[in-house]
């Protein structure tokens, strides 16, 4: 039977989860930038948290959403460059919204690290720490939920 | 790695100001010990005597949903109230009160409750008269023990019929140093 983990007083989760989201901006973005979207990060956070329906996998949550801050903050950054932008080194995720109607009949794990890759590009080590795994684990949950969305495409 | 204090109150200000919170909550300290101060975007919500923050915003989470944060702010003008009733400035306080948990006859006392001015004691057989129900002296004792706001809304004004001070949620020596503040106590 899966353990119903319910929702911590928001408190809790920030103060959890602080140390982690500020080191991925820091290492997306550097240090200034950084601060702002650390605050925006846990903004919207706050925004989507009364709509959580579970406690599980918090830290995956709040760093897919750092890094969507990130994503965008760099996007405005390159938009307003001069330079010509480069497009094709922004990682595109995939829309939000087509993933998570794809992967919503996948085991619960199996999904989250699906969602992380794919959809936030995080590297393996990330999406490990993010679900409290090793990056090998993180690994083969990712392979695993493709293959089963391969043989759900093909059924 | 280590957010900065100024980073984490900037977000903590960001939050309230975006009205984005379900309470908001501080610490204050008091001569009566340290104070957890609660607010909705209703009024105060709670105070708590020798708050353990973890369960106290476990408990405000259920009542008033999870959105529960400690943000100094919004609690600035019932710390700024409490600093002047405790330097005996302030006989009664001026803040609007979120009682949604309080039901019918818990409401009734409690509204009655904040009529008895400051330095005046009543009994729990009064309150419970003027609360309509002259009997229910108990259930008006069960009321100001579950009292979530005290020192606002004044229970350690209520005593027992023979002049007793009988109990108080935060413990006799409280009661006695609020009344004694308020010159209804000599000083013994």
């Given amino acids: 039977m899966m353990e119903v983990v319910t929702i911590p007083p928001f408190e809790r989760f920030y103060e959890e989860q602080q140390s982690f989201v500020l080191s991925q901006l820091r290492r997306m973005l550097g240090r200034d930038a950084a601060d702002d979207a650390f605050q925006e990060t846990f903004l919207r956070a706050l925004r989507a948290y009364p709509r959580l329906e579970h406690g599980q996998h918090l830290r995956a949550w709040a760093l897919a959403i750092a890094r969507n801050v990130a994503l965008d903050a760099l996007r405005r950054e390159r938009a307003s460059s001069a330079e010509v932008p480069d497009i094709e080194s922004v ?24 969602f992380l890759r794919y959809g936030y590009d995080l590297s393996y080590d990330d999406i490990g720490a993010a679900l409290g795994s090793s990056t090998e684990a993180a690994r083969q949950a990712t392979s695993s939920g493709v293959r089963r969305l391969r043989k759900k495409e093909q059924s | 790695m280590t957010v900065s204090p100024e980073l984490d109150s900037r977000f903590r200000d960001a939050a309230a100001a975006e009205g984005l919170l379900d309470v908001a909550y501080d610490l204050v300290d008091s001569p009566v010990g340290q104070l957890l101060v609660a607010v909705t975007d209703q009024g105060l919500c709670e105070i708590h005597y020798d708050p353990e923050p973890e369960r106290e915003e476990e408990q405000l989470a259920r009542a008033f949903g999870v959105r529960v944060l400690r943000s100094p702010k919004p609690t600035d003008e019932a710390r700024r109230q409490l600093d002047e009733y405790f330097a005996g400035k302030r006989t009664s306080f001026e803040l609007p009160l979120d009682l949604r948990l309080a039901r019918e006859f818990g409401r009734t006392v409690l509204e009655e409750l904040a009529r008895v001015p400051y330095g005046e004691l009543t009994t729990y057989g009064t309150l419970a008269a003027r609360a309509g129900r002259p009997r229910a002296a108990r259930a008006v004792g069960t009321v100001m023990n579950r009292n979530p706001v005290p020192i606002v809304l004044p229970c350690h004004r209520v005593v027992g019929s023979t002049g007793s001070l009988v109990g108080y949620a935060g413990g006799l020596d409280r009661k006695r140093t609020l009344l004694e503040l308020e010159g209804a106590l000599l000083k013994s």
């Fill in chain 1, 91 to 114: 990682d595109e995720p995939l829309p939000y919204e087509e993933l998570r109607r794809l992967t919503e009949d996948l085991p619960h794990k199996e999904r989250a690290a699906v």
